[in-house]
């Protein structure tokens, strides 16, 4: 059984079920960035995602059979996992891996999965919940332009059919360091997304990269940043560690 899933995922969602909702990045410019490079950026039709939930499902009934087989119960072990993925394969391991931490997240892929239309996005979520009454959180990555052009209300409808987090790569609050690594995105635009996402119960991370600035523009992308931080004040602020790629822009 197969169901379809994206390169990456933040940090923090690594015990998390990876439901892929859209393929690659609708951006794909910034100049720090290779993950994405040379692909081109779809949305998944509807009944294709909802299929890969009913998959996904299945797996999770097989990976339950075998841990009964073993004399387990319903409780997943190591032997466990091991035995889901020599049988099946990578898809019955991930799975089995997600169970064994209580099969309580779903991270909803790739990086900008709030371009869908509203009503695509709940029927989703909705249908992840009903499928896995243990999920407890139900998260995603989201572009802080595309989250700037949600309403107030849209956030309402995502958080009550169970959208719990949004993470978003801010990398600076200044408008002069996200303009130079070609973001896409303005200090303004993230502080109108974090008050509408906060504002609606929904949680926000930021991610920011400390030196992203360089030298000329330290001074700039350090206040900007506390800023933008300070205005729209989000739950979590994470670090991630700039690396200049080879084959990025920001290595020219």
């Given at each position: 059984?197969?169901?379809?899933?994206?390169?990456?995922?933040?940090?923090?969602?690594?015990?998390?079920?990876?439901?892929?909702?859209?393929?690659?990045?609708?951006?794909?410019?910034?100049?720090?960035?290779?993950?994405?490079?040379?692909?081109?950026?779809?949305?998944?039709?509807?009944?294709?995602?909802?299929?890969?939930?009913?998959?996904?499902?299945?797996?999770?009934?097989?990976?339950?059979?075998?841990?009964?087989?073993?004399?387990?119960?319903?409780?997943?072990?190591?032997?466990?996992?091991?035995?889901?993925?020599?049988?099946?394969?990578?898809?019955?391991?991930?799975?089995?891996?997600?169970?064994?931490?209580?099969?309580?997240?779903?991270?909803?892929?790739?990086?900008?999965?709030?371009?869908?239309?509203?009503?695509?996005?709940?029927?989703?979520?909705?249908?992840?919940?009903?499928?896995?009454?243990?999920?407890?959180?139900?998260?995603?990555?989201?572009?802080?332009?595309?989250?700037?052009?949600?309403?107030?209300?849209?956030?309402?409808?995502?958080r009550e059919a169970g959208l719990s987090r949004i993470h978003m790569g801010m990398e600076s609050g200044a408008d002069i360091v996200l303009k130079m690594v070609k973001k896409g995105i303005t200090a303004n635009q993230l502080v109108q997304a974090?008050?509408?996402?906060?504002?609606?119960?929904?949680?926000?991370?930021?991610?920011?990269?400390?030196?992203?600035?360089?030298?000329?523009?330290?001074?700039?992308?350090?206040?900007?940043?506390?800023?933008?931080?300070?205005?729209?004040?989000?739950?979590?602020?994470?670090?991630?560690?700039?690396?200049?790629?080879?084959?990025?822009?920001?290595?020219?």
């Amino acid at each position: 059984m197969y169901f379809e899933q994206g390169p990456i995922r933040p940090p923090s969602e690594a015990t998390s079920l990876l439901i892929r909702v859209t393929r690659n990045c609708p951006w794909n410019k910034c100049a720090f960035c290779n993950t994405y490079k040379g692909k081109t950026f779809s949305r998944r039709p509807l009944a294709d995602v909802l299929r890969d939930v009913d998959t996904a499902r299945q797996v999770s009934d097989q990976v339950m059979q075998i841990a009964r087989s073993m004399g387990q119960g319903d409780r997943i072990t190591a032997d466990v996992i091991s035995a889901s993925g020599a049988k099946y394969g990578h898809w019955h391991y991930h799975v089995a891996s997600w169970l064994y931490y209580g099969g309580r997240s779903v991270f909803l892929q790739d990086a900008n999965s709030l371009i869908l239309k509203t009503s695509d996005l709940i029927r989703i979520i909705k249908y992840i919940r009903s499928a896995f009454p243990s999920v407890q959180r139900v998260t995603t990555y989201a572009r802080a332009d595309t989250a700037a052009r949600k309403s107030k209300e849209d956030f309402l409808l995502l958080r009550e059919a169970g959208l719990s987090r949004i993470h978003m790569g801010m990398e600076s609050g200044a408008d002069i360091v996200l303009k130079m690594v070609k973001k896409g995105i303005t200090a303004n635009q993230l502080v109108q997304a974090a008050q509408r996402i906060r504002e609606s119960g929904i949680s926000l991370c930021w991610y920011i990269m400390p030196g992203l600035g360089g030298k000329e523009y330290t001074r700039e992308h350090a206040l900007g940043t506390a800023e933008v931080i300070n205005a729209g004040n989000p739950d979590y602020v994470r670090f991630r560690t700039l690396s200049v790629l080879k084959g990025t822009p920001l290595d020219d």
